[in-house]
Antibody, heavy 119, light 110 residues
Framework: QVQLVESGGGVVRPGRSLRLSCAASEFTFNTYAMHWVRQAPGKGLDWLAL????????YYADSVKGRFTISRDNSKNTLYLQMNSLRAEDTAAYYC????????????WGQGTMVTVSS | QSALTQPPSASGSPGQSVTISCTGTSSDVGGYNYVSWYQQHPGKAPKLMIYEVSKRPSGVPDRFSGSKSGNTASLTVSGLQAEDEADYYCSSYAGRNSYVFGTGTKVTVL
């Protein structure tokens, strides 16, 4: 079935970097915009970044602009989030999500990968 | 971009209805009919319940309905069932390729 599977989370020290991956399956990945959303423990959802279907256009929330980079490899059906200069407040579950322009909504979500920034 | 405002909690007995509000601004909720609602059970990923203010994806029970007036959107769950106990989040397009989520509402079935 249509699926998104994130990986790459873990424990990282403040100031270090981490790259998350999101593997897509059972849908035409290269025709959909993709997003990253995070959720700090016990908190709400927080939109982070958007990449167009072909990777040409990228947009970010102010909170991560300049530190996080979204990218994709359509030949591998994979979405990425490069996170640099990590801070304690970046500790969260990170979700990749498929945007359905017909619905103007996030219709498919991965299970999330946990990132903990701690010394 | 500030989060949309939702009440922290809402509750109802089985069979009753509960309505959750989602208040934004004319730059997000009030400016576009691109409000969606998501259900999240503990430890699980969010699930799309309502899109474009009031439309339901295939498979979502018709007990779930959405509406909007001005800068405030609402989700109503009618005929509450035990499995409806979850966190609910609204979301809106906020212009210039940005998106915003609500603060979240925990629905308890008494």
């Amino acid at each position: 079935q249509v699926q998104l599977v994130e990986s790459g989370g873990g424990v990282v020290r403040p100031g270090r970097s981490l790259r998350l991956s999101c593997a897509a399956s059972e849908f035409t990945f290269n025709t959909y915009a993709m997003h990253w959303v995070r959720q700090a423990p016990g908190k709400g959802l927080d939109w982070l970044a958007l990449i167009s279907y072909d990777g040409t256009n990228k947009y970010y929330a102010d909170s991560v602009k300049g530190r996080f980079t979204i990218s994709r490899d359509n030949s591998k059906n994979t979405l990425y989030l490069q996170m640099n200069s990590l801070r304690a407040e970046d500790t969260a579950a990170y979700y990749c999500t498929k945007y359905n322009y017909g619905f103007h909504a996030f219709d498919i979500w991965g299970q999330g990968t946990m990132v903990t920034v701690s010394s | 971009q500030s989060a949309l405002t939702q009440p922290p909690s809402a509750s109802g007995s089985p069979g009753q209805s509960v309505t959750i509000s989602c208040t934004g601004t004319s730059s997000d909720v009030g400016g576009y009919n691109y409000v969606s609602w998501y259900q999240q059970h503990p430890g699980k990923a969010p699930k799309l319940m309502i899109y474009e203010v009031s439309k339901r994806p295939s498979g979502v029970p018709d007990r779930f309905s959405g509406s909007k007036s001005g800068n405030t959107a609402s989700l109503t769950v009618s005929g509450l069932q035990a499995e409806d106990e979850a966190d609910y989040y609204c979301s809106s397009y906020a212009g210039r390729n940005s998106y915003v989520f609500g603060t979240g509402t925990k629905v308890t079935v008494l």
